[in-house]
T-cell receptor
Framework: DAGVIQSPRHEVTEMGQEVTLRCKPISGHNSLFWYRQTMMRGLELLIYFNNNVPIDDSGMPEDRFSAKMPNASFSTLKIQPSEPRDSAVYFC???????????FGEGSWLTVV | DQQVKQNSPSLSVQEGRISILNCDYTNSMFDYFLWYKKYPAEGPTFLISISSIKDKNEDGRFTVFLNKSAKHLSLHIVPSQPGDSAVYFCAAFLSGTYKYIFGTGTRLKVLA
């Protein structure tokens, strides 16, 4: 029974480079979330998809961030160009609408130097 | 503007004693609350939840209490074990929406 799968687990990149994080939600789930964890703000919601459609991207920090969900089993979060302040752990999570528990992946640890 | 607050960033407890983690929220419309546990280098995992129609939910060593009038919930772990050492996040949810609002987390250390 596979959970939410994220890749890469760790990414170290230079400032200005493009970063793409990937997520495969749990099969059958129709809601997908991207969160960012920082010491100061805890778990911040970046964007939420329902049935592959972006519903709320108000948490996306700025235009350098973009997210897509081309189908029910895949989503990407892209940062272009990356900056050192983007260094954080990025979590993808999924749920089934109407159920009140969301399930997280193991996270992608991003370091921008 | 933090709608869900965990004011204690860390907590240390002796093994076998009770751990109490606290969480406050500002929006009285929240109707479902969850606690997640996170080990280093892993994603948060669901621990226990409570609906706003209840004031207590128990699952083994874990009990969550909800005080709606005070907009406060707490997680009790009895007895605490070293394996409970982790970061605990509380989250609030409004049914019919999608938003799970998380607190900043409390790092629990259970001392052997």
């Amino acid at each position: 029974d596979a959970g939410v799968i994220q890749s890469p687990r760790h990414e170290v990149t230079e400032m200005g480079q493009e970063v793409t994080l990937r997520c495969k939600p749990i099969s059958g789930h129709n809601s997908l979330f991207w969160y960012r964890q920082t010491m100061m703000r805890g778990l911040e919601l970046l964007i939420y998809f329902n049935n592959n459609v972006p519903i709320d991207d108000s948490g996306m920090p700025e235009d350098r961030f973009s997210a897509k969900m081309p189908n029910a089993s895949f989503s990407t979060l892209k940062i272009q160009p990356s900056e050192p302040r983007d260094s954080a752990v990025y979590f993808c999570a999924s749920s089934f609408s109407g159920r009140n528990t969301i399930y997280f992946g193991e996270g992608s640890w991003l370091t921008v130097v | 503007d933090q709608q869900v607050k965990q004011n204690s960033p860390s907590l240390s407890v002796q093994e076998g004693r009770i751990s109490i983690l606290n969480c406050d929220y500002t929006n009285s419309m929240f109707d479902y609350f969850l606690w997640y546990k996170k080990y280093p280098a892993e994603g948060p995992t669901f621990l226990i939840s409570i609906s706003s129609i209840k004031d207590k939910n128990e699952d083994g060593r874990f009990t969550v209490f909800l005080n709606k009038s005070a907009k406060h919930l707490s997680l009790h772990i009895v007895p605490s074990q070293p394996g409970d050492s982790a970061v605990y996040f509380c989250a609030a949810f409004l049914s019919g929406t999608y938003k799970y609002i998380f607190g900043t987390g409390t790092r629990l250390k259970v001392l052997a």
